[in-house]
C-alpha cells in the first residue's frame, strides 16, 4: 500500500513563529509536491521538486520555502507564519512517468494565531 | 494562460438522479484532463483521466475541444458518491521543470436518500 505520511494533522501557531511542515513518502517517487487546500480555491501548488536538493516555484510561493534532502522527505517551511497562511496543506508524490496520477498525504490543518 | 474551473461550489441531488460536474478549462496545447475525488476523512485520489476513456465507479467524462470542458457524468447518483471533486489540467511549467497538475476550485457533491 502506497504511502505519503505527513508529521502532524493539526497544528496551531503563533504569528510570526517559524513552521516545519514534513511529508515521507515511501515510493521512491522523484516528484513531491506541496499545495495549500482553500475553499474555493482548490488546490494551489507552493513548490514542488523533481529530484533531491531540486526545487522549483509554484503558484503561490510567497511567505514560504523548501527542503528536500533526501528522495523520501520534502519539507515546507514558514519561515513567519502569518494568519493568512492559515490552511490545509497537503503533500503529494509522484513518478515522472506519470506525473498526473499524483498520491497525497492526509493533510495538515494549519492554524495561524 | 492555464485555468481549470469548475462553476459550482456545491451540487445537491436525490439519490438515483443524473449528476454532472461541470469543468471547463483554457489551455493553449493539447489538453489532458483528469478528475480527483476526496471522500470524507480520506486522501485526495484519481477518479479518472480522459485519455483512458474509462469509466470508474459509474461515472464518465468525455473531453469537449470544442466546448473546453471535460465534465464528470453519472447516470444515477449513490450516497456514497458524495465527496468533494476537483477537475486537474496537465501542464508544462515555463521553466522546464516538467509537467504539473492545474486544479479547479472544487465541488462539493451531496447525493441526499
Known amino acids: 500500500d502506497v504511502k505519503v505520511t505527513q508529521s502532524s494533522r493539526y497544528l496551531v501557531k503563533r504569528t510570526g513563529e517559524k513552521v516545519f511542515l514534513e511529508c515521507v513518502q515511501d515510493?521512491?517517487?522523484?516528484?513531491m509536491f506541496w499545495y495549500r487546500q482553500d475553499p474555493g480555491l482548490g488546490l494551489r501548488l507552493i513548490y514542488f521538486s523533481y529530484d533531491v536538493k531540486m526545487k522549483e516555484k509554484g503558484d503561490i510561493p510567497e511567505g514560504y520555502s523548501v527542503s528536500r534532502e533526501k528522495k523520501e522527505r520534502f519539507s515546507l517551511i514558514l519561515e513567519s507564519a502569518s494568519t493568512n497562511q492559515t490552511s490545509m496543506y497537503l503533500c503529494?508524490?509522484?513518478?515522472?512517468?506519470?506525473?498526473?496520477?499524483?498520491?497525497f498525504g492526509p493533510g495538515t490543518r494549519l492554524t495561524v494565531t | 494562460a492555464q485555468r481549470v474551473t469548475q462553476p459550482e461550489k456545491l451540487l445537491s441531488v436525490f439519490k438515483g438522479a443524473p449528476v454532472e460536474l461541470k469543468c471547463n478549462y483554457s489551455y493553449s496545447g493539447s489538453p489532458e484532463l483528469f478528475w480527483y475525488v476526496q471522500y470524507s476523512r480520506q486522501r485526495l485520489q484519481l477518479l479518472l483521466r480522459h485519455i483512458s476513456r474509462e469509466s470508474i465507479k459509474g461515472f464518465t467524462a468525455d473531453l469537449n475541444k470544442g466546448e473546453t470542458s471535460f465534465h464528470l457524468k453519472k447516470p444515477f447518483a449513490q450516497e456514497e458518491d458524495s465527496a468533494m471533486y476537483y477537475c486537474?489540467?496537465?501542464?508544462?511549467?515555463?521553466?522546464?521543470?516538467?509537467?504539473?497538475?492545474?486544479f479547479g476550485g472544487g465541488t462539493r457533491l451531496m447525493v441526499k436518500p
Open positions: 515510493m521512491d517517487h522523484e516528484n
Open positions: 486537474a489540467l496537465k501542464r508544462y511549467m515555463n521553466n522546464n521543470a516538467g509537467n504539473m497538475l492545474t
Open positions: 503529494a508524490s509522484s513518478s515522472p512517468r506519470s506525473v498526473y496520477e499524483q498520491y
